[in-house]
């Protein structure tokens, strides 16, 4: 098993313009990367912090899963961005070849790798709000 680094990025989206009555650009979800979770009839498959979140993207935006219809604990949830509050957000799927999972191991405990976890490879967070000198940025997600 190899293992890996990572450098903490953060990406500027433009400003919100106050004198202007504009707002920046949002990103919906709490994270670029986010497993999505299903109710199921044995309880809640995926993370369950997000079955709200993967709810609202069912009833609002008719996403219901991967595009092969074959759901799985690691199901990445779309992006969902609105460039500004005149324009309906759009989604945004990502391939998971973009950001293939993390299996989860340690050296020293061999058992862990028998459970097969998996985590996204990098956490970004993007619900958060970015206000320099009086200037608020609404779009700006970071890792580190």
């Not at 490879?121 to 958060?128: E, F, G, H, T």
């Amino acid at each position: 098993m190899s293992t890996g680094s990572s450098e903490a990025f953060i990406t500027v989206f433009p400003p919100s313009h106050p004198k202007v009555k504009t707002s920046g650009p949002q990103i919906w979800n709490g994270q670029l990367l986010q497993y999505a979770a299903y109710q199921t009839e044995d309880g809640v498959m995926g993370d369950p912090a997000n079955l709200l979140f993967t709810e609202m993207l069912s009833s609002r935006f008719g996403w219901l899963g991967p595009k092969d219809g074959i759901r799985s604990e690691h199901d990445y949830l779309p992006l969902i961005i609105q460039s500004s509050p005149a324009v309906d957000p759009e989604l945004f799927e990502i391939p998971l070849g973009c950001a293939p999972p993390i299996h989860i191991h340690h050296p020293r405990y061999p058992e862990l790798s028998e459970l097969d976890m998996k985590w996204y490879p990098s956490p970004a967070v993007c619900a958060l709000d970015l206000t320099l000198g009086g200037i608020n940025y609404t779009a700006v997600p970071f890792n580190g």
